[in-house]
């Protein structure tokens, strides 16, 4: 799922502080970074790229990025979507030769290729945040320098009286399902509906 991206949100600038990998299991590796935070300011929709620096705490380096808009990046998105959906199109063409009998290396070249490209492909899409610069957005590197983005909140009203206090609690957080925040969200606020607000002589709650 692609990462979910707003004008303003947290996000990170981390240094990768090991220059091999270190043994994490079979055949995989693992890479430390040191995280600083970094507040991503990102151009208008319909505005170009916008370039934004930031000093790396760890090695003192002055880091100049390219940072996308929300419509940019969803396009950024997009584009790796669609190179995905090109692998698993190369994987069909590839069990059509082999079905067919007609260049049998190329079929099993084609086979092992396309699996492969939309995975690389699709991890691309859910990793891209829409900031390029040093290697970062590129798929199947472990960048010196990496930006992540945190998903900002759904956007919802707060439950709270303005007069008592009192609030309803409801999950935001953006790797909920929408459909469940909602649900969540229409829970909460009848519960706030029968709120009886003591401070205001019980007529109700305040917003």
Same mark, same amino acid.
């Given at each position: 799922?692609?990462?979910?991206?707003?004008?303003?949100?947290?996000?990170?600038?981390?240094?990768?502080?090991?220059?091999?990998?270190?043994?994490?299991?079979?055949?995989?590796?693992?890479?430390?970074?040191?995280?600083?935070? *970094?507040?991503?300011?990102?151009?208008? +929709?319909?505005?170009?790229?916008?370039?934004?620096?930031?000093?790396?705490?760890?090695?003192?380096? !002055?880091?100049?990025?390219?940072?996308?808009?929300?419509?940019?990046?969803?396009?950024?998105?997009?584009? *790796?979507?669609? #190179?995905?959906?090109?692998?698993?199109?190369?994987?069909?063409?590839?069990?059509?030769?082999?079905?067919?009998?007609?260049?049998?290396?190329?079929?099993?070249?084609?086979?092992?290729?396309?699996?492969?490209?939309? #995975?690389?492909?699709?991890?691309?899409?859910? +990793? !891209?945040?829409?900031?390029?610069? /040093?290697?970062?957005?590129?798929?199947?590197?472990?960048?010196?320098?990496?930006? %992540?983005?945190?998903?900002?909140?759904?956007?919802?009203?707060?439950?709270?009286?303005?007069?008592?206090? /009192? %609030?309803?609690?409801?999950?935001?957080?953006?790797?909920?399902?929408?459909?469940?925040?909602?649900?969540?969200? !229409?829970?909460?606020? +009848?519960?706030?509906?029968?709120?009886?607000?003591?401070?205001?002589?019980? %007529?109700?709650?305040?917003?």
């Amino acid at each position: 799922m692609p990462t979910k991206v707003a004008q303003k949100q947290q996000g990170a600038v981390s240094h990768r502080m090991n220059f091999w990998g270190r043994p994490a299991g079979p055949s995989t590796v693992a890479w430390d970074y040191e995280d600083m935070p *970094w507040e991503i300011v990102r151009p208008d +929709d319909g505005l170009p790229a916008a370039r934004r620096s930031v000093r790396c705490r760890v090695c003192d380096r !002055e880091l100049t990025f390219t940072v996308y808009s929300v419509t940019g990046t969803g396009r950024r998105q997009a584009r *790796w979507r669609a #190179l995905a959906w090109a692998g698993l199109g190369i994987l069909v063409a590839g069990v059509v030769v082999l079905f067919s009998g007609a260049m049998l290396g190329g079929g099993v070249a084609l086979v092992i290729a396309g699996p492969i490209l939309g #995975l690389v492909f699709g991890m691309a899409a859910s +990793d !891209e945040v829409g900031i390029s610069g /040093h290697g970062n957005g590129f798929p199947v590197t472990n960048a010196k320098h990496a930006v %992540t983005a945190s998903p900002p909140p759904y956007d919802l009203q707060d439950l709270a009286c303005t007069t008592c206090g /009192h %609030t309803e609690e409801f999950p935001r957080a953006a790797y909920f399902r929408e459909d469940y925040v909602q649900e969540q969200y !229409e829970a909460a606020r +009848d519960r706030f509906a029968r709120h009886v607000c003591l401070a205001s002589g019980g %007529t109700g709650p305040k917003w």
